[in-house]
């Protein structure tokens, strides 16, 4: 649909520029919602609405039914009127298994004489998805859209023109030569996922109840009584049937169907294929299961259809269905069952996850018991409750949630969930740092839960490099039972290592040297290997440079800690709980011990007070002539300066050498001051 030579100017005759305006808004609208191509930025489009709003209201005689301003819904009303279909909205029929698609095409191919000789013609199908939405029924007279209808019993439905109205999606005027004189599109009002989560964010932000799923969202949306809450809800459409056609000839098969109704504007579906006989039915099938989850919006099966239209008149229909067409369901996704208990799990990093306790549902394929709660937050927001009927939702291999509670059918005798203090697996404190959703239990070292993950910490390269100690070999230690803590480690001896499976005498010596070398590390080192939750390499450097020895570390309070460089609140509050929680420090103990792991110990670095730069901060790029980069920065600490790897307004200097790249650009837009190498040593000499 190409854009109209008209100028974008204000200045022509108001007719001719409505006229253009309402043109050029339909076609970005078909360029977003049918071509998937969306070529007009959102600013753009919405002066060019406002900006015909504006001609509207000062020319009333120029409003035409198919504007898009005739979208923003109007006048709330009293009911729904009643549509009776000319056509009916036929139902149909569902398969489930295998058995029945390949019984469905044996079906049509016996009705059509397909397979009376020896060699049998398979049929063409139409397959597309079956979209879990609202279906609804539009009414276009001459290319206009006038009216549309919700499928009701099939035979009755309810008015919602006003409200299908302000659905950007569906075109108010159809588009190219061939518009037919009457014309009945059938299909499906949803919500895409991601819309429905920008909807329930909207909900919560003005505390208002949430939507179970899109599929309830589309449905309350749609039958809102006021169309101005519609136009506020983000509906799409997709067209997959056809009712009354007048004026021109119907289209030979169900795929020239749908590529016609592309041709003018409406937006179709582009997840489907005309496919031959049941090995075609069940790939299609097969294919659109495994992408299933990763599609934008939430689908319950797939549709097959004859695909030619004289073969579907042959075929006919069956009580309230047609036989030429059928719905391959997916199990479902979402039941209802009873919560009976809430328990808590241990994950290996130690986080703490409240767990459903289900009464047994058949939900996504599977018999489910259990089900995330995710964390204490969402058990809160989501006011479940122990006694409660609730929605569980098992979507592919994604782990089976609770999505909702059935409060209206909430039994008297309901319990609220608490969080427990003490780690179920281990008896450690359960604690949950500020500003985080997830509860974690304090004993990382000790807690049989987080064991495997400890161990594998322990031995990383950066932490005390025990080479050889991978996750096989952690797996059976720990399966074994042969290890409970890292200090386990060094009590392994030769023949123990030689018996674990698919190892060689060889690899347990070169375990056992492994081991033997990790007994000498770095404070920094065997910091880092403790595995405290938002230590990294650079906080355990900073740590032991600032402390010198582990004891004061250990005994540290979270001011202390905080004194320490690029320590903020929530890393000292952990290291803090991490070392008050006795377990970690019994283990911390056993590593200690005589002939166990060792490290020099040092004075505590000087207070940052003292220097002639504390309180600032520095940062350093490019090539110094003279200094490594680690040489500047330790001259910077040491005359107490925070060397930040980043500049902000609060960067009090730039170190700039060559090829100082965008760090000093950021500089000279924010005006901090640059030095070179031997600005840098003016500065420390206090000149």
Same mark, same amino acid.
Do not use: C
């Given at each position: 649909?190409?854009?109209?030579?008209?100028? $974008?100017?204000?200045?022509?005759? @108001?007719?001719? *520029?409505?006229?253009?305006?309402? &043109?050029?808004?339909?076609?970005?609208?078909?360029?977003?919602?049918?071509?998937?191509?969306?070529?007009l930025p959102d600013a753009e489009y919405d002066k060019l609405f406002k900006e015909l709003e504006r001609i509207e209201a000062e020319h009333?005689? $120029?409003?035409?039914?198919?504007? @898009?301003?005739? *979208?923003?819904?109007?006048?709330? &009303?009293?009911?729904?009127e009643p549509v009776v279909h000319d056509l009916p909205m036929l139902s149909l029929n569902n398969g489930f298994a295998d058995e029945d698609i390949v019984a469905f095409d044996k079906r049509i191919g016996d009705a059509l004489g397909n397979n009376a000789s020896e060699s049998p013609v398979p049929v063409d199908y139409a397959a597309e998805l079956k979209f879990d939405g609202l279906a609804i029924s539009l009414r276009y007279v001459d290319g206009v859209f006038v009216q549309a209808s919700t499928r009701g019993d099939g035979t009755t439905g309810e008015n919602v023109t006003e409200n299908v109205r302000t659905i950007r999606s569906i075109p108010l005027r159809l588009k190219g030569k061939r518009v037919p004189r009457v014309l009945d599109?059938?299909?499906?009002?949803?919500?895409?996922?991601?819309?429905?989560?920008?909807?329930?964010?909207?909900?919560?932000?003005?505390?208002?109840?949430?939507?179970?799923?899109?599929?309830?969202?589309?449905?309350?949306?749609?039958?809102?009584?006021?169309?101005?809450?519609?136009?506020?809800?983000?509906?799409?459409f997709f067209a997959y049937g056809i009712g009354v056609l007048e004026g021109i000839e119907m289209p030979a098969t169900h795929s020239e169907l749908l590529d016609w109704y592309k041709e003018m504007g409406l937006p179709v579906n582009g997840e489907r294929a005309v496919v031959r006989g049941a090995e075609g039915l069940l790939g299609f099938f097969?294919?659109?299961?495994?992408?299933?989850d990763k599609l934008p919006y939430d689908i319950d099966g797939v549709v097959y259809k004859v695909n030619r239209r004289d073969e579907q008149d042959a075929l006919g229909f069956v009580s309230r269905a047609p036989r030429f067409a059928l719905a391959h369901k997916f199990p479902a996704q979402e039941a209802l069952t009873r919560l009976v208990a809430i328990d808590v799990q241990?994950?290996?990093?130690?986080?703490?996850?409240?767990v459903a306790r289900l009464e047994p549902v058949f939900v996504g394929g599977a018999t489910v018991t259990n089900a995330t709660l995710h964390n204490e937050d969402e058990v809160r927001r989501k006011d479940i409750r122990i006694g409660d009927t609730v929605i569980v939702r098992r979507a592919g291999d994604v782990i089976p949630e609770v999505v909702s509670a059935l409060v209206d059918r909430r039994p008297a005798d309901v319990r609220e969930f608490v969080m427990p203090t003490q780690c179920p697996v281990c008896g450690s404190s359960i604690e949950r740092l500020p500003d985080e959703a997830i509860a974690r239990c304090t004993g990382g070292l000790f807690c049989p839960a987080q064991r495997k993950q400890a161990l594998w910490h322990f031995a990383q390269r950066r932490a005390l490099d025990i080479d050889g100690l991978g996750d096989k070999i952690i797996d059976q230690l720990v399966e074994q039972n042969l290890v409970r803590t890292p200090a386990d480690l060094f009590n392994l001896g030769f023949a123990t290592l030689a018996e674990l499976d698919r190892f060689a005498d060889k690899s347990a010596q070169n375990l056992l040297d492994s081991l033997e070398k990790a007994k000498h590390t770095s404070l920094a080192r065997f910091i880092y290997a403790l595995g405290i939750r938002h230590v990294g390499e650079s906080t355990a450097k900073d740590l032991a440079k600032h402390f010198g020895s582990l004891d004061p570390i250990m005994d540290a309070s979270p001011e202390q800690l905080l004194e320490v460089n690029d320590v903020g609140p929530v890393v000292a509050e952990s290291i803090h709980q991490f070392f008050a929680e006795d377990h970690n420090r019994t283990v911390i103990e056993q590593l200690r011990a005589p002939g166990k792991v060792t490290w020099p110990e040092g004075p505590p670095a000087p207070k940052a007070a003292q220097g002639v730069l504390a309180g600032q901060t520095v940062v350093l790029t490019g090539t110094l002539p003279n200094l490594s980069r680690e040489d500047a920065k330790e001259m910077?600490?040491?005359?107490?300066?925070?060397?930040?790897?980043?500049?902000?307004?609060k960067t009090s200097y730039v170190v700039a050498g060559a090829d100082a790249g965008s760090k000093l650009a950021k500089a000279e837009e924010l005006g901090i001051p640059v030095l070179d190498e031997d600005g840098m040593r003016k500065l420390l000499e206090g000149h």
């Open positions: 649909m190409a854009r109209s030579s008209v100028p $974008l100017s204000a200045t022509n005759a @108001p007719a001719e *520029r409505a006229a253009w305006l309402r &043109a050029e808004l339909e076609r970005a609208n078909y360029a977003y919602y049918v071509l998937d191509q969306p070529d009333p005689d $120029l409003i035409v039914p198919d504007s @898009p301003t005739q *979208r923003v819904g109007g006048e709330a &009303a009293s009911g729904f599109v059938r299909g499906e009002v949803l919500m895409f996922k991601r819309d429905f989560e920008r909807l329930n964010e909207r909900q919560r932000a003005a505390g208002q109840r949430e939507f179970a799923n899109p599929r309830n969202a589309a449905a309350g949306s749609l039958r809102q009584l006021d169309s101005k809450i519609t136009a506020q809800r983000p509906l799409s097969h294919a659109v299961g495994e992408k299933r241990v994950g290996r990093t130690g986080a703490i996850t409240p910077l600490e040491a005359a107490g300066a925070k060397v930040a790897g980043s500049v902000s307004k």
